[in-house]
C-alpha cells in the first residue's frame, strides 16, 4: 500500500541524480545506463572453539560418510573429516540486493558444502532464511515512506557454494551441531539485511568471457590458461560445458565509483582435497576477497552449473606438504582466484550498460518428483545407523513417501535471464534454456540454489557415462585421449550416478526453468515450455503457482533433542 508514496520519492531522486550523470558521464556511455538500487552484505558463519572442540564438527564432498555407526562409535581404521581449525578467513555468507524501485530481488550465498531447503532439527533451512529476511526486512521499513522495496521470500534466492572445505551441513559425512545451522541461518539472514539496507542509486553494466575448458577446440585462451575441465571429455553425449565468466558490476552514476562487482561461474569450489582439515568457501571466498581488493567496494562470486565441472588447478611453487598445510591450501586457492580476476577483467573491458527502463523479478517454484535413488532415501529416512544420516526434513513437501518436493527460481535483471537449480546441474540444463529463451543480453546459472540435491542429469541420453563411471571401470573414467590399455581406470571413483535423485529430474528441473522463463520474460508460462517435446510429462510442475514452495509451516525446533543434526 505504500509503494506509490515510495515510487515518488525515488523518481525525485532519480531525477537529481541522472542529468547529473548525463552531464558528467563516465566511460562507457555512462550517461545513458539504466538507474538501479544495489547493495552488497557479508557475514562470517565460522564454527565457534566450542564447536570445533567437541571435535563433531565435519567438512564434506569427499568420501561418504563419518565411518561412526549411529554417528557415535567410530569404526576401527576409519576416520572422518573433523575440521581442525579455520582456513584464512573461513567462511562467510554473501547477499547482494538489486531493485528497479517497484520490486527488490536478493541473490545469497553460504559457504557450505550444501545446504537444505528445509531440516530435520529445526528451523533452519534455506526456505526458512528466505521467510525470515524478507519478514526482517519488512519490519525495518515499516512506516518508512521510501527507501529500497521489501523483497518477498521468492524474491530472495540463496544457495551453497559447495566449498568441499566447507561445513558438512549436508550430513552424510558426520554433520555439524545442530546450533551451527542456526548460527548459519542467523547470519545469512543478516547478510541479506544488510544487503538490502546498503542499497544505493547504480548503473550497471553486464559483460560475460570464456574461462576456457581444457581440450576444448572451438575457444583457446590468448594466454593459454583454460580454468575448467570436463569430467567426462571424451563422452560425446557430454560435450557441452558452462565455462562463462559473466559479471555484473555496478557504479556511482554521479562519480563513477565502483560499489559493488557480482560473478557468476561454474568451476567445482574443490581446489582443495581432502587432505584440508580446516574450514573454508575454498576458491569462492579468496576470489571474493580478490574482488574487493582489485575494484574496491562489494565483491561476490555465485557458483554456476558445477555438474562435471571441474577447475584445472595447477601446483603452488614453492610449496610441497600439500593441502594439509595452510600455507600451502592458502596459496592455491589465492592462486586459481586470481586467474578468476584475470577473467572477470577480460569480461568487463567487454561489458555493457544495462539501458533503458530498469527492471527486475524473481519467482521461486515447487518442483515434485519421485526420487527413484535408493542411497539417497535410504541416507533421508535410516542413515543415521550407517554414520550418514542427510540432514534434509522428511516433511511435506520436502518428502512424502518417496516424491521428493524442491524448489528452483527464474528471474531477471534487466535483460539478463536468470536460472536457479537445487544442485550441481549439467551444463546441458542451461544450454537448453539459453537455447530456447533467445535475444538476452546474457544467462545466469546459479547452482544448489534453494536446495542441494547432489548432480542433476540431462537429458537422458547423457547418463551412459555417469552410470558407468560411478559403478565400473571403463574408458568413461579415462581423460580425453588417454590410451585405455596403458591407464587402470578407477571404479567408483566418480559420484555423478549416485549422487542423482532420480533419470527424470533433469529433464523435469529443464522444463520447469523453461516455464519460470516464460513467466519472466514473456508473461506466459508455456512460451518456451511448449517449445521442448519433453515438457507435456511433466505437466504438474507447470500447474503449480509461483511461490508454491514458501506455503508449507517451518519445522520445529528440536535442537535440545538433537544437539547433532
Excluded at 556511482?252 to 581446489?271: E, K, S
Excluded at 552410470?467 to 555423478?496: H, K, R, Y
Aim: net charge negative.
Amino acid at each position: 500500500m505504500r509503494r506509490p508514496v515510495v515510487l515518488l520519492a525515488v523518481a525525485a531522486l532519480v531525477a537529481a541524480i541522472v542529468p547529473v550523470a548525463l552531464a558528467d558521464g563516465h566511460g562507457d556511455n555512462e550517461g545513458h545506463h539504466a538507474i538501479y538500487l544495489v547493495g552488497g552484505g557479508v557475514a562470517d558463519i565460522n564454527p565457534t572453539p566450542d564447536m570445533l572442540a567437541n571435535h563433531d564438527f565435519y567438512l564434506g564432498g569427499y568420501g561418504f560418510s563419518d565411518f561412526k555407526v549411529a554417528n557415535q562409535v567410530q569404526i576401527p581404521s576409519t576416520s572422518g573429516r573433523a575440521a581442525d581449525g579455520i582456513l584464512g578467513d573461513g567462511a562467510h555468507s554473501r547477499a547482494l540486493a538489486v531493485s528497479d524501485f517497484k520490486n527488490t530481488i536478493v541473490l545469497a550465498q553460504i559457504e557450505t558444502q550444501g545446504y537444505f531447503a528445509a531440516y530435520k532439527v529445526g528451523p533452519f533451512g534455506i526456505t526458512e532464511i528466505r521467510k525470515d529476511a524478507s519478514a526482517a526486512i519488512a519490519a525495518l521499513a515499516a512506516g518508512r515512506h521510501s527507501g529500497t522495496p521489501v523483497p518477498t521470500a521468492s524474491e530472495i534466492l540463496v544457495d551453497s557454494d559447495h566449498s568441499h572445505g566447507g561445513a558438512d551441513a549436508v550430513g552424510v559425512w558426520g554433520g555439524v551441531p545442530s546450533s551451527y545451522l542456526k548460527l548459519v541461518h542467523d547470519r545469512t539472514v543478516a547478510a541479506i539485511v544488510d544487503a538490502w539496507k546498503s542499497a544505493r542509486p547504480a548503473t550497471l553494466k553486464y559483460g560475460a568471457v570464456h574461462g576456457g575448458v581444457v581440450g576444448e577446440a572451438a575457444y583457446t585462451p590468448a594466454d593459454g590458461d583454460w580454468l575448467i575441465h570436463n569430467q567426462f571429455s571424451n563422452d560425446p553425449n557430454n560435450q557441452t560445458m558452462d565455462d562463462e565468466v559473466r559479471v555484473l558490476q555496478a557504479r556511482d552514476p554521479h562519480t563513477g565509483q565502483i560499489l559493488d562487482t557480482y560473478v557468476n561461474f561454474g568451476a567445482h569450489p574443490d581446489v582443495l582435497g581432502s587432505s584440508n582439515l580446516k574450514v573454508t568457501g575454498d576458491y569462492v571466498g579468496r576470489l571474493d576477497d580478490q574482488l574487493q581488493s582489485t575494484f574496491g567496494g562489494f565483491g561476490m562470486d555465485q557458483v554456476g552449473t558445477l555438474g562435471r565441472t571441474q577447475p584445472e588447478r595447477a601446483s603452488c611453487p614453492g610449496f610441497s606438504n600439500g593441502d594439509a598445510d595452510p600455507a600451502e591450501a592458502l596459496c592455491a586457492l589465492d592462486a586459481y582466484a586470481a586467474r578468476v580476476v584475470t577473467k572477470v577483467k577480460e569480461a568487463l573491458a567487454v561489458a555493457t550498460p544495462l539501458s533503458g527502463k530498469p527492471a527486475v523479478a524473481l519467482n521461486s517454484y515447487l518442483l515434485t518428483d519421485v526420487a527413484t535413488n535408493a542411497a539417497l532415501l535410504g541416507s533421508s529416512y535410516a542413515g543415521k545407523a550407517i554414520g550418514a544420516e542427510a540432514g534434509r526434513s522428511v516433511n511435506t513437501p520436502w518428502f512424502t513417501g518417496n516424491l521428493m518436493g524442491t524448489t528452483y527460481f527464474s528471474g531477471r535483471i534487466g535483460d539478463v535471464l536468470l536460472s536457479g537449480g537445487p544442485g550441481e546441474m549439467y551444463p546441458q540444463i542451461v544450454q537448453k534454456v539459453r537455447d530456447t529463451v533467445t535475444g538476452m543480453r546474457g544467462y545466469l546459472s546459479i547452482g544448489t540454489a534453494g536446495d542441494f540435491l547432489g548432480y542433476i542429469i540431462a537429458p537422458l541420453e547423457a547418463y551412459p557415462c555417469p552410470a558407468e563411471a560411478s559403478a565400473v571401470s571403463g574408458t568413461c573414467n579415462l581423460s580425453s585421449g588417454s590410451d585405455p590399455t596403458q591407464i587402470s581406470p578407477d571404479p567408483i571413483g566418480n559420484d555423478n550416478y549416485f549422487f542423482n535423485v532420480s533419470h527424470t529430474f533433469g529433464e523435469r528441473l529443464t522444463c520447469d526453468l523453461l516455464r519460470g522463463a516464460g513467466d519472466i520474460v514473456a508473461g506466459d508460462a508455456q512460451k518456451y515450455w511448449s517449445q521442448y517435446d519433453r515438457c507435456p510429462a511433466f505437466a504438474n510442475d507447470l500447474a503449480l503457482p509461483e511461490g508454491a514452495d514458501l506455503i508449507w509451516p517451518s519445522q520445529p525446533d528440536l535442537t535440545s533433542a538433537f544437539p547433532h543434526m
